[in-house]
């Protein structure tokens, strides 16, 4: 019953902003870790940024630290990935994941602890 629906992807050039959105239904949406992860063609799909089932506390892949940033508002059963300085690297299908979290602080950068996917988005970034 769970559903996730990205929103938000689109063409971009290097150096501008886009903001993904995250839709969820059918979850306890407080009690989930929730991630982005991205997948380009011919690539394995990768970690790009996670939070907290609070939204205290993130993590964000190496390549994306100090451009990307990941946010949830459990009051609207939200999760964002706000794109800044986009580079033509950035280049990838974008998808919204989630995970049971039962204590609030485990581990969030591990694909296979994700057991809900959204659709995904399309992000494509020229130069």
């Known amino acids: 019953q769970v559903r996730l629906v990205e929103s938000g992807g689109g063409l971009a050039q290097t150096g501008d902003s886009l903001r993904l959105s995250c839709a969820a239904s059918?979850?306890?949406?407080?009690?989930?870790?929730m991630a982005w992860f991205r997948q380009a063609p011919g690539k394995e799909r990768e970690f790009v940024a996670a939070?907290?089932?609070?939204?205290?506390?993130?993590n964000h892949a190496e390549s994306v630290k100090g451009r990307f940033a990941i946010s949830k508002d459990n009051a609207e059963n939200m999760v964002y990935l706000q794109m800044n300085s986009l580079k033509p690297e950035d280049t990838a299908v974008y998808y919204c994941?989630?995970?049971?979290?039962?204590?609030?602080?485990?581990?969030?950068?591990?694909?296979?602890?994700?057991?809900?996917w959204g659709q995904g988005t399309q992000v494509t970034v020229s130069s």
């Open positions: 939070v907290s089932r609070s939204g205290a506390s993130t």
């Open positions: 994941a989630a995970r049971r979290s039962f204590s609030g602080s485990e581990e969030m950068t591990r694909i296979y602890d994700y057991t809900n």
């Open positions: 059918g979850l306890t949406f407080s009690m989930y870790g």
